[in-house]
């Protein structure tokens, strides 16, 4: 009786861990948001394009800096060559070596430098904005790519509940034949429905298949993982919602990466147009540098030491450059015409962006609400449908109906069933994406 009792209780452990283990190997809709942007290789790269971007900035910091260098030069000469202290041509070997330190600054380049510091960093934010969107786009892909999966599963097992109801209507019918209270024909048309119903569930099953290896697609995750979702995504219940579109618009159009990304593309190509611009003035630059040399005729041993050329030969100079651009065949005038037009499409294309954005927050807000009071109404048509199917389903059992309205009322109730949950699913998808239009993050961790 105690190994009885030990072995139960030693399969009652394995079975709750494996029951704990499978539900642990769910994933809900954040988990797979979550997973996505780690693996996304949309993100990766578009990190690397930030990165690119800080160095630019940091390129165009370094450009207020003066330019300084400095060379040494040592050269051989034999055969006909000049003197260096003489300044005479002679014909014996020498040996040259010249030092030199140089550096340089603008003084005035037309605003160019000051431009492209600002477009650098406008670019740096235009990175970050990218990246977020970028994020915010993968996101929005897996969300939606689950819902559809939620969507498909819940239809499956639908499909799989109708066909267990027929095939126990089947069995019923056939032993009401054998007894004389049923007819062939309502066992044939019995049977009908259950081959349809097979058939609908496999089919379904094929769209589940297809919709889970979507999801995994882009969630980038291994085709050989398995991968159990979380279906009580479809339970959530509508709530009520008392916003304007006008407010979240005026917050989206600040904060959101596509916005913000439009108005930055703007700010761009202005600084571009200002460059091109700053092309057509004069530049000015200031130069200074050190210069000293060591000179020694090989064939003599009167040459002075190194330190003393070093330090007898050394030059310094101070110059300044003004440089004024007359005629390059066109090219700076091409080049801010090409710029300014670049800017009005860039604006052309933010109004577009801001229009477009403004459409889908409305219109998010719209079919939220709508599918609020659609889910409301059709909960209520679900339990008409089931009380309807259940009143047909004794009533044919009873021998008042035939099996023709039997099959009408299953799969009125079947329709009624994907519809709710059709609707619930879009519910879930508008609410979370109107929360994102609000400034809230997608992933919510909220299971």
Not at 172 to 187: A, C, S
Not at 267 to 272: E, H, R
Not at 339 to 364: C, F, G, P, W, Y
Request: hydrophobic share 35%; with cysteine; proline share 2%.
């Amino acid at each position: 009786m105690k190994r009885l009792l030990t072995i139960t209780l030693f399969v009652e452990t394995i079975a709750l861990a494996a029951s704990t283990q499978e539900q642990s190997s769910i994933w809900t809709m954040d988990d797979c948001m979550k997973y996505a942007l780690e693996h996304s290789t949309t993100v990766k790269k578009q990190k690397y394009t930030l990165s690119t971007a800080e160095a630019n900035l940091q390129t165009a910091t370094a450009a207020f800096l003066p330019t300084l260098s400095a060379t040494i030069d040592g050269q051989y000469n034999w055969g006909r060559s000049i003197d260096p202290e003489t300044n005479t041509y002679n014909n014996v070997t020498t040996f040259n070596n010249s030092y030199g330190i140089y550096a340089s600054i603008y003084l005035f380049d037309g605003g160019q430098t000051i431009n492209q510091w600002k477009q650098a960093k406008v670019n740096r934010q235009m990175g970050m904005s990218d990246l977020q969107k970028a994020k915010d786009d993968k996101v929005i892909e897996v969300m939606q790519t689950y819902v559809d999966a939620v969507y498909c599963k819940g239809c499956l097992n639908y499909c799989s509940d109708k066909l267990q109801e027929s095939q126990k209507t089947l069995y019923k019918t056939q032993r009401q034949e054998e007894l004389g209270i049923k007819g062939k024909p309502d066992v044939a048309q019995i049977k009908a429905q259950v081959a349809q119903d097979n058939y609908n569930l496999t089919h379904q099953q094929n769209l589940y298949l297809a919709a889970l290896l979507k999801l995994k697609s882009s969630m980038n995750l291994p085709l050989t993982d398995s991968l159990s979702i979380d279906t009580l995504l479809q339970n959530r219940t509508p709530e009520s919602h008392f916003e304007n579109a006008a407010d979240i618009y005026a917050y989206a159009s600040v904060y959101n990466p596509t916005a913000r990304s439009a108005a930055l593309n703007v700010k761009n190509y202005q600084l571009q147009y200002s460059i091109s611009k700053g092309k057509l003035l004069p530049t000015l630059s200031l130069s200074a540098g050190v210069a000293t040399d060591y000179y020694r005729n090989l064939s003599s041993d009167t040459t002075p030491s190194f330190n003393s050329q070093f330090k007898n030969n050394r030059g310094e100079y101070v110059s300044a450059t003004l440089s004024i651009p007359l005629f390059d065949n066109l090219k700076r005038i091409n080049d801010m015409r090409k710029a300014r037009n670049n800017m009005r499409s860039a604006i052309v294309e933010k109004e577009e962006t801001m229009r477009k954005l403004h459409d889908d927050i409305e219109q998010a807000i719209m079919d939220r609400d709508g599918y609020a009071k659609e889910i409301t109404q059709m909960a209520e048509k679900v339990d008409a449908d089931t009380w309807a199917y259940h009143v047909t389903l004794r009533k044919f059992e009873e021998g008042m109906m035939n099996a023709i309205d039997l099959q009408t009322n299953a799969n009125t109730l079947l329709q009624s069933r994907v519809t709710l949950l059709q609707k619930q699913m879009l519910y879930v998808l508008k609410d979370r994406l109107i929360g994102y239009y609000k400034g809230n993050t997608l992933i919510t961790d909220n299971k």
